[in-house]
């Protein structure tokens, strides 16, 4: 078997074996299969999608040829996503089993099959290569998500669950919209056939509309203001391990799929200059980065507090897709990796504190530092991270928006990454002063260090933060083959 | 006139649509928002079988004596849409019912509002 | 409502022929409109009116709701399974033509397979949404006296 003929297995591989864990009884086994099935997953997709950094890779399922049948089409920009996911929830399930044997105590088959399900769900968003097959796997994912969701131990997380799913929902069925008026133009699904076939019709009002439509869909499903009021609840009062997950894939994958309909569907010459996109993506970008961070700032829940500061790391990478250059794509992709191990890192601390203390409060940090000090220090370290110091993987994704900015003679881009960098380092300090500068009070009970099955992940991803803020190598690379493919112009043939 | 109501399909479409969506958001109750969202997938399941509809073409069903088809692949995109309409469908009520249970009213608007001060 | 005798009349003559209908809708998809998704629900919705005459309790004796999860699951193994076998047989997931000599033998055979796998799994799932919604209220009531009492 071929590498390519491997490639869609890290899709099929989890959706089988939700199958499967559907039926089983119990805590271990459903936990097991999960964690056979997401290992085996990462490590078919770092087998095969390495090689499409030098040539796209195609599988046509059914052996139909595309653009008739439908096809898994990987290049650069795609293989980098899709590393990411897989690595992400290959890293998230060994923290999994205590944090869901305590938040999720029964009924742990279904759970695990929900989050197969969902792992699958965005692994084929970001492999295929067809309109309508982005679409069906992006409700396949956004189902299991709300379901997972609702497992939240507080009973807000029914009410988070249900509102995400009623905008989750509308923002699909615009992306739905966006792609049938594409069909009607063009008569094709395949995303490679659209950009081919788009130019001759793109002039009419039906293309610019569908432009509209799959931008506000997706940016609904990414979290960019001012459609990223799911977000906050659901973050929080999901359990800690589907926040762990999602904080690092969802709306990731609704970036990538942004980019691919606004560059390779739509050319940039032309998506660009019918609407006026780089200049309302910096507006609402802007926007985002300081209503996340402002409100952040004063968030008594910490997971909450995570999750406004998710709204705003969106909001940079929607920046630096705005300045529509090779460095402000790279940028864009740099932090979609690197915010994925700074907040996977983060909310895998908060929820080992989570575990051990049974309350994100701000007020129940007090004096954690000296009894569960290599919890709090992984927090510290990862925030340092989130606020861009420099040999953290934070500072090198800032780095280059900021160098795509002043590429672009946009100074005051600078001083507004800088402003809000100085407001994540307020609202990390105000964890890091309750943990090491209060005293535990005396009515709430002293608590030990977490166990190692908890911190050994979240150290692994620490670690990660200042690898990658060291050798830039690879992810550099990764992200300006990215960026270079998207902008290259079309899918290669 | 006649070029108006040639395209009596659209308006349908827009119709639905708009009634659809403003049930989502204009509604409180948490049955007439699900409602309100399957109307609104109706409304785009019209917009493509009606694109998928060839001037002169009859069924899309191959037997003798017919040259022109209508084109039958919206007819199975629609098919999975659907699919995907009533698992949203049953996610939502069963949220709903949840929810009634764990607070005793299905009116969304105030509802987590007084559980213990948590948001800003 | 087993005391109606309308009803009950009715539904006895009509609920074999729903059956009936579904699985022609299922068998027939190929030259006619139908095909799994259809079939699945028709046939749930014969069984659903069994519900409303005769009582869940019966009903689910006639098809366990354990039997249901796992029909469910195999269904959807079927479908799969169709797939993994055109891979193992040298074409690609989901590729009909390795699976038997003749080429239009084959691509029936994998579409009627796997759509009744689909139908099998559909007409599942909506009997079980229909079970779970209908017994909730009785399950959440004996769930709250249990929490009540000390």
Known sequence: MTITELMPFSVLVPLIASLVCALLPGRFWPWAVTLVATITSAVIAAITLPAAAQVTLSYAFGNWPPPIGIEYRVDAANAFVALLVAGMAAVALPWAKKSVDREVPERQGAFYALFLLALSGLLGITLSGDAFNIFVFLEISSLATYGLIAHGSDRRALLASFRYLIMGTVGATFLLIGIGFLYVMTGTLNLADLAERLPEVRDTSTVRAALAFIIVGMGLKLAMLPLHLWLPNAYTYAPSFVTVFLAGTATKVALYVMLRFVFTVFAPDWSFVVLPLSTVLMILAVAGMFAGSWVAMFQPNIKRMLAYSSVAQVGYMVLGVSLVSIVGLTAAFLHLFNHALMKTALFMAVGTVIYQVGSGHLKDFRGLGRTMPWTLTAFALAGLSIIGVPLTAGFVSKWYLIQAALDQGQWFLVVLILITSLMAIVYIWRVIEAAWFQERPGNQPAVGEAPLALLIPTWVLVALNFYFGIDTRLTVGGATAAAEALLGGGMAP | ?120 | MRENGILRVVARFLIPLIMLFGLYIQFHGEYSPGGGFQAGIVFAAGWILFVLIYGLDAALKVIPERAMYVLMVAGVILYCAVGIAGVVLGGHFLDFYPLLPGKHAAQQFGIITVEFGVGVTVATVVMLIFTLFARRKSEWKAAKVEDDQP
């Open chain 2, 1 to 120: 006139m006649m070029t108006v109501l040639s395209f009596f399909n659209y308006w349908i479409v827009v119709v639905l649509m708009m009634i659809g969506f403003y049930c989502v958001i204009a509604r409180g109750n948490m049955v007439k928002k699900v409602m309100g969202l399957n109307l609104f997938q109706t409304s785009v399941f019209i917009l493509f079988i009606s694109a998928g509809k060839i001037v002169g073409g009859s069924t899309p069903i191959v037997r003798e004596g017919v040259e022109l088809y209508s084109n039958p692949l919206p007819h199975v995109l629609i098919l999975t849409a659907i699919v995907v309409g009533v698992a949203t469908t049953a996610v939502g009520l069963a949220l709903t019912v949840r929810i009634n249970e764990a607070y005793g009213s299905i009116e969304d608007d105030h509802l987590g509002d007084e559980d213990d001060g948590d948001e800003q």
